[in-house]
């Protein structure tokens, strides 16, 4: 994505927050968006995976913080005893066929997220339009397999599910409207639904929803050199940064990245942030130009700039982890639901 996409982007989301004159422009667009999306459903037919499928995804087009969200629930379900593997889209890849997660994998191939979830978990993942056939792929390359998560797939109804997780960021639902008029794929009333909500956002007040609400926390993990794998914690460096009077940036390709700014800022660091725009593909090196000492970037933006010719040997670059907590109900939850399908579907075999 260019900088002049992002400020399109951006642009546009401001405009969703309210119901003004362009969202009343826009409403007819809205209706017929409802009608051609009611009636694409109606000639699905889901189609089932072996073992139990939950869906992590979101109805509002723009990031909510779904990935770190699926990280950390991976990671939960690893810990009670599953052996999950993910299934995604893909978003920005070249190609729509099935193709599976490896380390050799460039973001261009597979996407930043799914290549971002791969090296955080070590899971299996494959990526692909069709994610009932690229689940199909992922269970007969690694047949260990007795639970799949899929990322972003609350749209994609051809895959059969046993459970949903809508997640819910800080811009909430907009105004409420879907595409074009609103920021939201399906009404609010989907919300009503799914298994559960997640918010991953301090506003507890954004969802009016009788679904379950579960409330996820963030905080940063250790930072890592780019170029050198050296790692720090944040406040190291915030007291570095005072020490040598360094001068400090932080950027972001991601959607809604004031949060992440915020959170930089709230180690002391007085930055200067870089807005790039949802999934930048850093075809240019936004970076060139910039004068500071040291550059703070997401784990999103990292995959992405670890292969870059000159990025990834730009000393100034940190990446920043993120740490995403889950309540433990809603792991039990998930955890009872997926034995459940799991005894459901080995009765039937």
Not at 48 to 75: C, E, F, M, W
Not at 127 to 147: F, S, T
Not at 151 to 168: K, M, P, S
């Amino acid at each position: 994505m260019s900088a002049f996409h992002a400020n399109i982007e951006a642009w546009a989301h401001r405009q969703w927050s309210h119901r003004g004159l362009f969202a009343w422009l826009l409403s007819p667009l809205s209706l017929l968006f409802l009608s051609i999306t009611r009636s694409r459903k109606k000639g699905i037919q889901p189609r089932r995976l072996n073992v139990p499928v939950v869906v992590v995804g979101n109805i509002y087009v723009g990031g909510t913080g779904k990935t770190p969200v699926t990280i950390a629930l991976v990671r939960e379900l690893q810990a009670r005893g599953w052996r999950p593997g993910i299934v995604s889209r893909g978003f920005g890849r070249k190609g729509e066929a099935p193709a599976i997660v490896g380390t050799d994998s460039n973001a261009a191939e597979v996407g930043d997220e799914p290549l971002l979830i791969y090296r955080e978990t070590g899971v299996p993942v494959a990526v692909g339009q069709d994610r009932h056939r690229a689940g199909m792929e992922l269970l007969a390359a690694h047949p260990e397999i007795n639970l799949i998560v899929s990322d972003d797939g609350l749209q994609h109804l051809q895959l059969a599910r046993d459970v949903e997780i809508a997640v819910v960021g800080a811009r909430g639902l907009g105004n409420g409207w879907v595409l074009p008029a609103g920021p939201l794929r399906e009404p609010p009333s989907r919300l009503d639904t799914v298994d559960a909500i997640v918010l991953n956002t301090t506003n507890e007040a954004v969802v009016e929803s009788r679904t379950p609400r579960f409330a996820a926390s963030s905080c940063f993990g250790l930072c890592t050199q780019l170029t050198t794998g050296a790692t720090a914690r944040v406040d190291e460096l915030s007291e570095r940064i005072k020490a040598e009077r360094l001068r400090p940036l932080a950027a972001a390709g991601i959607a809604a990245p004031g949060r992440f700014f915020a959170m930089v800022r709230g180690h002391d660091i007085e930055c200067e942030s870089l807005e790039l725009g949802d999934h930048f593909d850093f075809s240019t090196n936004p970076f060139a130009d910039r004068d500071e000492d040291i550059i703070f970037i997401t784990g999103k933006d990292a995959v992405k700039c670890a292969t870059h010719p000159e990025l990834s040997k730009d000393d100034r670059i940190w990446v920043i982890g993120l740490e995403v907590r889950l309540d433990p109900y809603l792991i039990d939850f998930i955890d009872q639901a997926a034995q459940k399908a799991q005894s459901k579907i080995n009765g039937n075999r």
